[in-house]
């Protein structure tokens, strides 16, 4: 299978080096707050493993990590449903755990909150959110983010975790998508 990625990428919206830069902020100011915390890194799959990654290399404090997978998106599409269910939960059990949940993207804010809200009833000591990418023009309900990469603008964005029709998570770049491409999966 052939995909070429100019038939798809219209630009870059944040270059590689500009998103290590900033994940190395985020990942001092994430250490400075978690000392002597041992949070727990919680990685919402599967956009949020590349942001993970990166991440927690470099983090100065000791933490470990599990992952979580949650659905609110049918494939292929664009729009989400508001309706969120979990396909795979964690193996850690998070009570008194300072729990950090690691996201590549905020958008309508449901998925992020069905997910603190199912956090929050297994008592942990806290829970704070940290999303690389924040849309907040998307937003249907309100969620309190705690560390935020990049805020951006209402384009539809794919690379460095985050999917085109599943394609193009390796990208090392976020893009954003050309108008009216059709996606890998509808190609014939
Ligand atoms: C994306 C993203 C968030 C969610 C955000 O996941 O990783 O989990 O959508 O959207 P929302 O704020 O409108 O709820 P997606 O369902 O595309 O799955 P993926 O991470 O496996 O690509």
Redesign the pocket.
């Given at each position: 299978m052939k995909l070429a990625l100019d038939e798809y990428l219209l630009e870059v919206l944040i270059p590689a080096e500009g998103l290590q830069a900033r994940i190395a902020e985020l990942g001092r100011e994430i250490s400075a707050d978690y000392v002597g915390k041992n949070p727990l890194l919680i990685c919402?799959?599967?956009?949020?493993v590349m942001f993970l990654t990166d991440l927690m290399r470099q983090l100065a404090v000791p933490h470990t990590l599990d992952f979580m997978a949650?659905?609110?998106?049918g494939a292929g599409a664009r729009e989400?449903t508001g309706s969120v269910r979990i396909l795979m939960d964690l193996a850690t059990d998070i009570e008194h755990r300072h729990v950090l949940i690691v996201?590549?993207?905020?958008?309508?804010?449901?998925?992020?909150h069905y997910i603190v809200q199912v956090l929050q009833a297994r008592g942990p000591a806290s829970v704070r959110i940290c999303t690389l990418l924040n849309k907040a023009e998307r937003r249907e309900v309100d969620v309190p983010i705690d560390y935020v990469g990049f805020d951006i603008p209402n384009k539809f964005v794919f690379g460095y975790g985050?999917?085109l029709d599943e394609y193009f998570r390796n990208l090392p770049f976020v893009g954003v998508v050309k108008p009216g491409v059709f996606l890998p999966s509808q190609r014939v």
């Open positions: 919402i799959l599967r956009g949020g949650v659905s609110s998106y989400s996201e590549d993207i905020i958008d309508t804010g449901h998925t992020m985050l999917d």
